[in-house]
């Protein structure tokens, strides 16, 4: 019995291979490498001293999807293929729904047809839209604010319709609060193709002097130093989620939302400043006015993750300033053409 990981050689997707393969799983791994590397595999065989099956193809390729299914015994899927840079979604949205709803809607076509009904699924805090109030919990109302958000509650939305078609089928939608990061062996790390949008990526083009100064989106907030905080969450902690949600779905029936986050917000000074102490180095930054479409705050209610997966995050702040860095200094030599 086989995990099948679409999206496998991604940021958090790698992750996961590691923390799978290293509790005992057998996996299948599907990826395109739109927004990844064929190193990564590489560097999950050698981080865990384990092998795996893997396929390069893509989501709207059906046929090789069929084949995935037909050539290997796959028990349930952990689904992240899609893109997720919310300003190209603003830009492509026909590429977005394209590739993140269509890309979807095959992959459970082909998952009815070989009677595989346990799933879960990458989505995001993005989908409580602008928060009323924090911590967010589960229940909250959703809405979103661009076509990547909107394709990952439709998905939600395809998946509880799916459920109540079925009720055979196990799903998990695990929403992820801000993941940065990177494994501690420093053989992976966040490696965004083109110029990266989120703070930790920004951070560390800025430490490694890419950037001449990061930039601050606000420092008008109401919040604890006036600049936006989040709910920053170690992507091992996130992979380890994972781990916990694949052994969940054999205990449960239906449909089911869970933030992975660690409940704790920092805000962007904050993170600068852990980030500079641990690592010893300067991230010189400067203000600017707020970003559109950002919010003062936003970090998760982690009580049903801990009551309904057993989960918590362990690893701190200071640990993802640190493992962030240590990935992107090995990272820098090692390169695709080996
Ligand atoms: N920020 C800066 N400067 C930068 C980049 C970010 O000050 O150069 C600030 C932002 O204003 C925000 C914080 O850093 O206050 C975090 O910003 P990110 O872009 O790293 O993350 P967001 O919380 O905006 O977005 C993330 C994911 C989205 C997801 C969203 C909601 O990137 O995909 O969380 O979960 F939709």
């Given at each position: ?44 065989v050698d981080i ?26 796959i028990d349930c ?262």
């Amino acid at each position: 019995m086989s995990i099948l990981v679409t999206g496998g050689t991604g940021f958090i997707g790698s992750h996961t291979c590691v923390e799978l393969l290293e509790a005992g799983y057998d996996l299948v791994v599907f990826d395109n490498f739109y927004n990844s590397k064929p190193s990564v595999l590489d560097s999950i065989v050698d981080i865990t001293g384990k092998g795996f099956k893997f396929y390069h193809s893509d989501m709207n390729d059906i046929g090789d999807l069929e084949k995935i299914f037909s050539d290997n015994d796959i028990d349930c899927v952990i689904h992240f293929a899609g893109f997720k840079a919310v300003g190209e979604s603003v830009e492509k949205p026909l590429m977005y729904y394209s590739n993140n709803i269509t890309g979807t809607l095959n992959l459970l076509n082909v998952m009815k047809d070989h009677n595989v009904k346990k799933l879960v699924f990458s989505s995001s805090a993005t989908v409580y839209g602008v928060p009323k109030k924090v911590p967010l919990t589960e229940d909250m109302p959703l809405s979103v604010t661009n076509p990547y958000g909107r394709t990952k509650l439709m998905i939600e939305d395809i998946l509880r319709d799916l459920c109540v078609s079925d009720p055979e089928w196990s799903v998990l939608l695990l929403r992820y609060f801000n993941p940065v990061g990177g494994h501690k062996s420093g053989l992976l790390c966040e490696d965004p193709n083109g110029i990266p949008n989120n703070l930790m990526p920004r951070i560390l083009d800025t430490a490694f002097g890419i950037q001449e100064k990061l930039t601050v989106f606000g420092n008008d907030y109401d919040t604890v130093d006036g600049t936006g905080v989040r709910d920053y969450i170690h992507v091992t902690d996130l992979a380890k989620g994972h781990v916990n949600a694949a052994r969940k779905l054999d205990a449960f029936r239906g449909i089911e939302a869970v933030n992975l986050g660690t409940g704790r917000g920092y805000s962007v000074l904050e993170l600068i400043k852990t980030f500079e102490r641990v690592n010893n180095v300067s991230v010189p930054f400067e203000f600017a006015p707020r970003r559109p479409g950002d919010v003062a705050e936003c970090y998760a209610d982690t009580k049903k993750a801990y009551d309904f997966l057993g989960w918590k995050a362990e690893l701190g702040i200071e640990d993802m300033c640190r493992d962030s860095y240590v990935a992107r200094v090995n990272h820098s030599g090692r390169s695709d053409e080996e």
